[in-house]
């Protein structure tokens, strides 16, 4: 046997026949030349139980023999551990990718547990985000730099970036507890999320008078839809969100018992009370025998694009233009909060799971959900005209 050096090496030619030449000094390190001429180091070892093994370390125009010398003994220091570096190397090969965690991820967590919104959300911060970075990595090989340098990127886009980051984080949890990673090693545990100042806008007594008074005058005219205008004071008035409004079915208001009873929201089940006022606009609304609460344009269908209307009732209203419907919300659980409610009677009311998000609801200086209700409502309908409440 030779010592395997580049000049034997690079003499070896093609002799139509598959060869291995071992090396003398390093028994079990090879060369294999195979018919085409294609050279490659090979390792050749026995593990503990008795299985002989061959395995490739790479092509000799990758590094010289001393280089493959070296990677041979640490094959050879894997075995005297009781390890089988092929096996290993293997399993290496095959072990899921980012892209395999997002169809795990899809299938068996957004399916199952979460609403169609959110999994359109996950799904494209998958497809435009994630996985054009990480999608061939390794799961287990994804590491903080990884996650920092996706992260980083998006940093014009600052909630976008929160929402990748907490999705991948959740992702590969998950990928801990179905064993494609170590517990405990997630990266995304010491990243901050980007700080978000939020621009809710706070409607105050003469705006939500204006807004009445606009959606009374643009009604009459035939301008927007009363259906519309019911909308958006019940908004102001329970502080739902806007979903929950918009797909409530006319049979989920029992005016017996001064509620709207939704079956599934973002946080399950949810029984809302209505404040008097509130009633009186549901029952005109739910009289006619109607399916949805708010008719959308389309038969037989609820209201789903309001956005335009919207827009043209704040214009004429002589509100801010980046008014959001959602901050109708925010402008509830404030104004009930200034007018007495505690902080737990609001996050009842707005029908959230932490009290820190209802404390974002909140503005202002500092009552149950009924009584908390009719605060609002008392506070919204004052700001009406005599005529509008």
């Keep these: 046997m030779p010592k395997l050096t580049k000049t034997f090496v690079d003499k070896l030619a093609d002799t139509g026949a598959d060869v291995t030449h071992w090396d003398v000094e390093l028994p079990g390190f090879g060369v294999r030349i195979q018919p085409g001429g294609r050279k490659t180091y090979l390792v050749r070892y026995r593990t503990l139980g008795g299985t002989q093994r061959k ?25 005297a ?3 089988d570096p092929r096996a290993d190397n293997a399993e290496a090969k095959s072990a899921p990718t980012v892209r395999d965690l997002e169809q795990r991820y899809t299938n068996e967590h957004a399916k199952p547990f979460k609403k169609p919104k959110s999994q359109r959300s996950d799904e494209m911060n998958w497809r435009l985000y994630i996985l054009p970075a990480l999608g061939s990595k390794k799961v287990r090989e994804v590491t903080e730099a990884d996650v920092r340098k996706l992260f980083g990127g998006l940093s014009e886009k600052k909630a976008t970036a929160n929402q990748v980051l907490a999705l991948l984080s959740k992702s590969l949890n998950l990928a801990e507890m179905w064993k494609m990673r170590p517990v405990g ?15 809710e806008l706070i409607l105050n007594p003469d705006q939500i008078r204006a807004l009445n008074t606009t959606l009374l005058t643009m009604t009459a005219a035939g301008e927007i839809m009363s259906d519309f205008a019911d909308f958006i ?12 409004i918009m797909l409530a ?3 989920w208001i029992d005016l017996h018992q001064g509620l709207l009873l939704l079956p599934d929201t973002k946080v399950g089940q949810r029984r ?5 006022w509130a009633q009186e606009i549901a029952q005109e609304l739910v009289k006619d025998g109607r399916e949805w609460l708010i008719p959308g344009r389309r038969k037989g269908r609820p209201l789903k694009t309001p956005y335009h209307a919207w827009n043209r009732v704040k214009k004429a209203a002589g509100l801010p233009m980046e008014l959001r419907l959602h901050d109708l919300r925010h ?4 104004l009930a909060h200034m ?29 149950a959900a009924g009584k908390t209700v009719t605060v609002l409502g008392n506070v919204i309908t004052g700001a009406w005209d005599k005529d509008a409440a």
């Design 249 to 251: 079915r006319a049979e």
């Design 233 to 244: 004071r019940l908004l102001m008035l329970t502080g739902c969100r806007m979903s929950e």
């Design 272 to 276: 809302i009370p209505l404040s008097p």
């Design 331 to 334: 402008t509830a659980g404030s």
């Design 81 to 83: 551990e009781g390890k």
């Design 339 to 367: 007018n007495g409610a505690t902080q737990k009677e609001i996050q009842l009311m707005l029908g959230h799971k932490q009290m820190s998000t209802t404390e974002r609801y909140i503005h202002g200086a500092s009552g």
């Design 55 to 79: 395995m490739k370390l790479g092509r000799t125009s990758d590094f010289p023999p001393e280089k493959g010398r070296d990677l041979a003994r640490k094959v050879f220091a894997m075995v």
């Design 185 to 199: 090693s997630n990266p995304c545990r010491g990243i901050k999320k980007f700080k978000i100042n939020e621009k």
